[in-house]
């Protein structure tokens, strides 16, 4: 799961901040700097679901508005998206809506 975590972060801070024709943003950027596996794989371990959620929800946040908010086509889907990532009620039950949410991302790039 901590691998999901991170790519989700790490795609979703990608739309954010990489730009056309610069250095790739990897995941030892600081950019990634408090969303890296280590960061991630600690708070599953505690069943830290809260935070896990919080952090998400602060990449996604920023990728809704490169995308240019949920307005558009692309913003209604990221947002309905995380919404079924802020709604897992356990990390178990995270699972399918962050697969989901990895994929959107990744397509997008």
């Known amino acids: 799961m901590e691998l999901t975590l991170e790519a989700v972060a790490l795609f ?3 739309l ?3 730009t ?3 250095s790739p943003i990897l ?3 600081l950019v990634m700097d408090g969303y ?3 960061v991630f794989g600690l708070l599953v371990r505690q069943g830290d679901l809260a935070t896990i ?3 998400l929800d602060e990449c996604l946040t920023l990728a809704l508005d490169s995308l240019g908010g949920p307005n558009t086509v692309m ?3 990221l947002q309905r ?3 079924d990532v802020r709604q897992a009620p356990t990390l178990e039950a995270l699972d399918a809506p962050l697969n989901a949410l990895k994929a959107y991302l990744k397509a997008i790039l």
């Open 53 to 55: 959620q919080l952090k």
């Open 12 to 14: 979703a801070l990608k």
């Open 27 to 29: 995941r030892d950027d």
């Open 16 to 18: 954010v901040y990489e």
């Open 36 to 38: 890296e596996r280590e």
């Open 20 to 22: 056309e024709g610069a």
């Open 75 to 77: 913003g209604r889907e």
């Open 81 to 83: 998206l995380a919404v």
